[in-house]
């Protein structure tokens, strides 16, 4: 009998029907590869730059469909009592009527107190020259201080350097501008978003094969609802700190209360670090009007601050994300390294689908994976 010494030689073989192809490769010309390599690196490229030009889009896009899955949760709750499409009218009525209420309430306000302060800040500068705090001050740690108020009020009585300033506020009213259009763009992606958010669940599940999309659909579900409540939870969070902040800094007597309400709410937004430094930025403008006032504002937010950590947020944000500290922490950095403000703001909600992923799908598939028994 003889041997089958190769078995790319049996005819009929899967060996052998492959040998062909495999000869094929080998043939295939060294330059041929290259270019194809080439091409594909260009094409990688290519993908790469039409991404880069639309990553604002892509950011609008995802604030947009992250604010959509925050509301979300408000919306279920109105479909309670009415159906889902009147729950969204409901819903997209009080979101307009809020944007345009912060527009015609804020904005002008704003703007009369950031010109007020920047038409005041010289006789402001003089007076804290005056005061008896500033003497002492002077006294005990030299001229130094002096020289340096001395140069901002020759400053501020240049006149090219006032033409430079409003150069500046053209370019601040511009980025303004710009920025109210990026919010216009958010928010009218968010209620699109809102509206169809149902439906957009329903076409990702056709993704998954049939047996699957149950499992999935709960899956996208829980998702959702902690996005949902994060969003809810935080924001609950930054609205408090901005109405205790605008009555007690008007009790004071600080400076622009309503602009550094607004920087107390903008500030609650970002996680961890956001609430520690829009107190230090409040407390440096109240020390315009006195280092009393400074110093009362800055005791108030030590005060809020140990509250909302030991109180309000226990309180509100555990029943919106269940997240171990640890894991909030380094996602906070992490998102904030990674992509800014907008990156911390994100990191959470992430991290909590995260876990609930891993517990709903990761966990379920290592607890199926027994040991079979051996066999006697």
Not at 225 to 251: C, E, H, K, P
């Amino acid at each position: 009998m003889k041997r089958r010494s190769d078995p790319e030689a049996v005819a009929g073989s899967p060996a052998a029907s492959a040998a062909p192809h495999r000869g094929a490769l080998r043939r295939i010309h060294p330059f041929t590869f290259g270019l194809v390599g080439a091409l594909g690196v260009l094409v990688a490229l290519l993908i790469g730059s039409v991404i880069g030009q639309l990553s604002t889009v892509l950011v609008y896009i995802g604030l947009a469909l992250f604010l959509a899955l925050g509301l979300d949760p408000i919306v279920s709750f109105i479909e309670r009592k009415l159906p889902r499409g009147a729950a969204v009218s409901i819903v997209v009525a009080v979101v307009i009527l809020a944007f345009a209420g912060i527009i015609l309430a804020i904005v002008p306000v704003l703007v009369q107190q950031i010109t007020h302060l920047v038409q005041t800040l010289p006789t402001t500068i003089e007076d804290f020259t005056k005061s008896s705090w500033y003497k002492d001050v002077t006294n005990q740690y030299g001229d130094s201080i002096q020289q340096g108020l001395d140069g901002v009020l020759n400053f501020f009585k240049d006149p090219g350097n006032l033409a430079t300033i409003g150069g500046g506020l053209i370019a601040v009213g511009a980025g303004i501008a710009g920025g109210l259009t990026g919010v216009t763009i958010v928010l009218i992606l968010t209620l699109y978003f809102m509206a169809s958010l149902r439906s957009i669940k329903r076409i990702a599940a056709r993704f998954v094969p049939e047996y699957r999309r149950e499992g999935f659909a709960e899956l996208v579900d829980d998702v959702s609802g902690a996005v949902g409540r994060y969003v809810i939870g935080q924001a609950s969070l930054a609205l408090i700190n901005g109405i205790l902040s605008l009555i007690f800094l008007t009790i004071i007597g600080a400076p622009q209360p309503a602009l550094l309400a607004l920087i107390a709410f903008l500030g609650s937004l970002i996680p961890l670090v956001g609430t520690l430094i829009g107190a230090i930025i409040n407390s440096l403008i109240c020390l315009l009007a006195s280092p009393l006032t400074a110093l009362v504002a800055f005791i108030y937010y030590l005060v809020y601050m140990q509250v909302e950590a030991y109180v309000l947020s226990p309180r509100i944000m555990n029943k919106a994300v269940a997240v171990p500290g640890a894991i909030v922490v380094i996602a906070a950095v992490g998102g904030g390294t990674i992509g800014g403000i907008l990156g911390a703001l994100v990191a959470i909600p992430v991290a909590a689908s995260a876990i609930i992923i891993i517990q709903k799908v990761v966990f379920p598939a290592q607890d199926r994976k027994v040991v079979p028994p051996i066999d006697a």
